[in-house]
């Protein structure tokens, strides 16, 4: 079943986060993942406002997990941990109706 990993930050070093986009999207497909959104401008519906808001799919949770904790991603993420502030990162399992 596909799970999602969805991220909400605030970017706080523009300059510094450059270098993750590039680090990570290699990474995000040897995983099997892909980008579903990667927003600056999403609109709040409700919540505090964040800068960026990214839901990636990937085959399944331990994929995602697989991916989060590749040793590879490891020095990528410190990049935007460094340059970001406010995250909030979760993985979710896609959801399948009862009955279905």
Excluded: C
Excluded at 42 to 53: D, I, K, N, Q
């Amino acid at each position: 079943m596909a799970a999602y990993v969805i991220v909400s930050y605030d970017i706080i070093d523009p300059e510094g986060y450059q270098a993750y986009v590039p680090g990570v999207v290699p990474l995000i497909a040897r995983h099997g993942g892909e980008v579903l959104v990667a927003a600056h401008d999403a609109t709040v519906l409700e919540g505090e406002p964040r800068s960026s808001e990214v839901v990636l799919r990937f085959a399944d949770e331990a994929t995602a997990l697989a991916w989060y904790n590749d040793p590879d991603y490891v020095e990528v993420r410190k990049l935007r941990q460094a340059a970001s502030a406010n995250t909030h990162m979760v993985v979710a399992r896609a959801f399948t109706p009862p009955g279905y």
